[in-house]
């Protein structure tokens, strides 16, 4: 700290990693601000968006979600409780892709003026709306599987008789 004396701890608690579109998540801080100045929590869920592309990294970071909690005065413990609601529209989290990632973080961060604000990060999975915990994600690529198989007909022609007609070619 700067300009102020004490010490501030902050500790983080949410019910649990996973959520689906849409869901509320309580977030409890329990504060204990032991300085001489007062603290604001304030509470970001933001965006990682992460690509690989030839042995190479881009990282890109966006909030999402940014709310102010009550204030905390200097030389109290007081135990804050905040709700942040995800939006129903926002992507599911991507784990399982070798060329980009996306996750979710819940950053806490106690605002005290004229000092260095202490923050902590979270990982946060947000689901799909018809996804559990536990369950596989629905297979989305299948639907390129469920067309109609061509007839005998509509198939092109195979492969040796382009190739008997190439070696008529070579002889003449």
Do not use: W
């Amino acid at each position: 700290m700067f300009f102020a004396s004490g010490k501030i701890s902050v500790s983080i608690h949410t019910e649990r990693q996973g959520y689906q579109q849409g869901e509320a998540v309580k977030v409890r801080a329990i504060i204990v601000n032991n300085s001489t100045r007062p603290g604001t929590p304030k509470y970001y869920l933001y965006e990682k968006q992460s690509f690989y592309a030839q042995k190479e990294r881009k990282v890109h970071t966006h909030n999402i979600l940014k709310e102010k909690g009550d204030q905390v005065p200097a030389g109290t413990r007081q135990t804050v409780t905040q709700v942040l609601t995800i939006p129903p529209q926002l992507p599911a989290t991507i784990f399982n892709c070798p060329i980009l990632k996306l996750e979710y973080r819940l950053k806490v961060v106690l605002d005290v003026k004229l000092a260095i604000d202490p923050e902590i990060k979270l990982p946060i999975v947000v689901l799909t709306a018809t996804q559990t915990l536990g369950q596989e994600p629905p297979p989305y690529f299948s639907f390129v599987f469920e067309s109609q198989v061509p007839s005998a007909s509509e198939l092109p022609p195979p492969y040796e008789m382009f190739a008997s007609s190439s070696n008529l070619y070579r002889k003449l």
